[in-house]
């Protein structure tokens, strides 16, 4: 099974299993990294899931919606690297990836 790359706030590195059919936040929250939040539970109203994705892999990802991006624009940390993960789909071009999960806000 691919794996990509969690990096927590403090540096810690986590090697997460990609399952097809999960999004990114789903497949965190399943290897147990509890640094990401994800309060809404992936509904986009909370931005606690916010990473930084490996800008050599941000294409593969679906462009973001509205939500998303008023999320992120309200949450004050965010970058061209910033997505919800919990938007993001698991896909099988992930192998290797990286994402970093962003500092509370
Ligand atoms: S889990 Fe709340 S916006 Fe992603």
Do not use: W, Y
């Not at 994705?53 to 462009?63: E, G, I, Q």
């Amino acid at each position: 099974m691919p794996q990509f790359i969690v990096q927590t706030p403090d540096g810690k590195e986590h090697r997460v299993d990609a399952i097809a059919g999960l999004s990114v936040m789903e497949a965190i929250k399943e290897h147990g990294v509890e640094e990401l939040l994800a309060i809404c539970g992936g509904c986009c109203s909370c931005a606690t899931c916010h990473v930084f994705v490996d800008p050599s892999f941000a294409a593969l990802f679906p462009p973001m919606g509205d939500e998303e991006a008023q999320l992120l624009n309200d949450s004050g940390l965010q970058t061209p690297a910033s997505r919800l993960s919990c938007q993001l789909p698991v896909l099988a071009g992930l192998e290797g990836a990286r994402f970093r999960i962003a500092p509370a806000g």
